[in-house]
């Protein structure tokens, strides 16, 4: 008996702490709304406001002040609310300038066009995007092909547009100034985008987009937090993963560009911060093209984007088709990230008098088969050209006397420099053995060293490599003299 009294008492106990633990959803208050899930109906009271939105026994999005169930169902409002009212199912603000929620299917016609109504000055986060799992309006949301914005609309709150992804048709009215974070994200069917006289555009407004042209009058942007002061940027990751994006316009008036901003009178990196994603594996991108009246940035004829006088090179567009690029002779900097990520290019020769070859500058190129780097740097900054795993030939200066931390790294036939093969040093074995070479370097160990004076070291080689490396240096010196 004493047992089964333990027993009862233990189940009491712990069904006692699962309350506690999972205490049962109040009520709604009386006044303030009602769901009715069936109908997809959601009623909002005479006494709700978004403002007290904490004060309510619902599920809701702390950060963004949002109602997961007002996901494009019906709403109505009652009309003794002093703050929003309802039309067609769409809730907005008393005065209906601000929009909170629409409901698709009403709103779009039978031509797969979209139309938020023409009072409309300020929409929301989120009120018109729904996420994946809500099949029902997401299914509704790829029959929409066109966006049609209000003259007027000021302001477009973060992911309001988010994963229309057969929308081809997307205008922004002069009046609009901001659009916020993931706002237009998804939109792989988009082929042009020109953001007119947007002002601020926010982190990952047109990520993972069908995008192969965009332009734009001016841009201003805030960072990945909002921490920036507002001026004339491109913020972090705003096309990232653009697969399409062919070209890319950048505005006279940029000023934070791929993680660079002017300070004091100089382009200067932001270390402080992760690195800037704006055009983060758009593996496609061709070209970028500077407005030549921009007093920060310039670009070249193959679309490279350089600073204003071309002493730093800033970013490659990863979708060059080019056998072998040579890099401004005036440049005295490949900066960081420059080229990494690089998908088509070849070859790649760096300028006389170069003084730093940047971190990660050459890291996941994974088409890059040779680099060519001329006297001048005399530090290889650690991770330079990690996990270029195609790079089969590398020229290293004698004025190098430092290469960092897993700037080449390899070790075994599945590392990520494991295809190195030659090194071809200006110097001599001695200056070559002085050079400080900090760890994860094992591809330097496996590869043959070229001397200037024609010696090599490859003890490391076995016999068999040996063979295949004198066979490979006689198929060269044979091909150079028929050359001739």
Not at 171 to 182: A, E, N, T
Not at 185 to 198: A, M, P, Q, R, V
Not at 299 to 324: A, C, Q, R, W
Not at 372 to 394: C, M, N, R
Request: proline share 5%; aromatic share 12%.
């Amino acid at each position: 008996m004493k047992k089964i009294l333990s027993i009862c008492m233990s189940v009491l106990l712990l069904l006692s702490c699962a309350a506690a633990a999972f205490p049962a959803v109040a009520a709604p208050r009386p006044g303030t709304w009602s769901f009715d899930a069936e109908a997809k109906v959601l009623t909002v009271g005479p006494t709700f406001d978004f403002n007290a939105i904490a004060d309510y026994d619902i599920p809701y999005d702390e950060e963004h002040f949002r109602l997961p169930l007002i996901d494009h169902c019906t709403v109505v409002v009652d009309e003794a609310n002093p703050y929003y009212k309802s039309v067609d199912g769409a809730m907005y603000s008393k005065d209906g300038k601000t929009l909170y929620s629409l409901p698709i299917a009403k709103f779009t016609d039978e031509n797969g066009t979209l139309t938020i109504p023409a009072e409309v000055e300020r929409i929301e986060d989120n009120a018109c995007s729904v996420d994946q799992m809500d099949f029902t309006y997401w299914a509704e949301m790829q029959q929409v092909k066109k966006i049609v914005l209000p003259e007027g609309l000021t302001y477009i709150g973060r992911a309001a547009f988010s994963g229309y992804r057969a929308c081809e048709d997307l205008h922004f009215p002069d009046s609009l100034k901001m659009v916020g974070p993931g706002s237009f994200s998804g939109l792989e069917s988009l082929k042009e985008l020109d953001t007119n006289c947007i002002e601020n555009i926010g982190t990952g407004a047109f990520a993972y987009g069908g995008m192969e042209t965009v332009r734009g009058d001016h841009v201003v942007a805030y960072g990945g937090e909002g921490n920036y002061a507002l001026g004339t940027i491109l913020a972090s990751a705003v096309f990232r993963e653009c697969d399409s994006l062919k070209t890319i316009y950048i505005p006279a008036t940029a000023r934070r560009v791929c993680g660079y901003e002017p300070v004091d009178g100089k382009l200067v990196y932001n270390v402080n911060q992760e690195r800037d994603e704006l055009l983060f594996h758009c593996i496609s991108l061709e070209k970028i093209v500077v407005d030549p009246a921009n007093p920060w940035y310039s670009s070249d004829e193959d679309g490279v984007l350089y600073n204003k006088d071309k002493t730093m090179l800033l970013h490659y567009p990863l979708g060059k088709e080019i056998g072998t690029y040579k890099v401004a002779d005036t440049v005295k900097s490949i900066d960081p990230y420059a080229f990494s990520f690089m998908q088509k290019t070849d070859r790649v020769i760096l300028p006389q008098n170069l003084e730093t070859v940047g971190y990660a500058a050459f890291a996941w190129c994974w088409s890059l088969k040779e680099v060519v780097i001329q006297p001048g740097p005399t530090f290889i900054e650690a991770g330079a050209f990690h996990d270029a795993y195609s790079l089969e030939k590398l020229t290293i200066p004698a004025s190098v006397t430092i290469i960092g931390d897993g700037a080449i790294i390899g070790d075994g036939a599945n590392a990520s420099n494991a295809k190195l093969s030659d090194v071809y040093f200006g110097g001599t074995k001695a200056q070559w053995n002085a050079i400080q070479v900090y760890e994860r370097n094992d591809a330097l160990k496996k590869a043959t060293i070229h001397f200037a004076d024609g010696t090599e070291n490859n003890e490391s080689l076995n016999f068999f490599q040996k063979i295949v490396q004198f066979f490979k240096n006689l198929f060269v010196q044979l091909k150079n003299l028929f050359r001739r």
